[in-house]
């Protein structure tokens, strides 16, 4: 059984900068963030196969979130640069035990470790 827990939400203005972290008790092979706003489908940000540079990101995010992990390979950040009122939500880390849940669309229902989820509020 893993357990992950997720740090680092807050309120920034539009534009401005966040950084989450995700701990993983354990062993895993694909972590994910994802978010949900109020009135919205759960939704997929970036997923990194663990002990590798592969990743993955949502179009609404490239270019503006980084995914990255801490060489324990147990810890995961996703840096969210230029903010935007859109990403506002509730962001939550995913864990699973295969690499090949790390791809394109990456559905949560692959993803059997979830954190509490942090909230992220971005003001215009």
């Known amino acids: 059984q893993v357990q992950v827990a997720e740090s680092g939400g807050g309120s920034v203005q539009a534009g401005g900068s966040l950084r989450l972290s995700c701990v993983a008790s354990?062993?895993?092979?694909?972590m994910a963030w994802f978010r949900k706003a109020p009135g919205k489908e759960r939704e997929g940000v970036a997923n990194?196969?663990?002990?590798?540079?592969?990743?993955d990101y949502a179009d609404s995010v490239k270019g503006r979130f980084t995914i990255s992990q801490h060489r324990d390979w147990k810890t995961m950040y996703l840096q969210m640069d230029s903010l935007k009122p859109e990403d506002t939500a509730m962001y939550y880390c995913?864990?699973?035990?295969?690499?090949?849940?790390?791809?394109?669309?990456?559905?949560?229902?692959?993803?059997?470790?979830w954190g509490q989820g942090t909230q992220v509020t971005v003001s215009s």
């Open positions: 995913a864990a699973g035990l295969s690499y090949s849940y790390c791809r394109a669309g990456f559905p949560p229902q692959d993803f059997g470790y």
């Open positions: 990194i196969r663990t002990g590798t540079s592969t990743v």
């Open positions: 354990g062993h895993t092979y694909c």
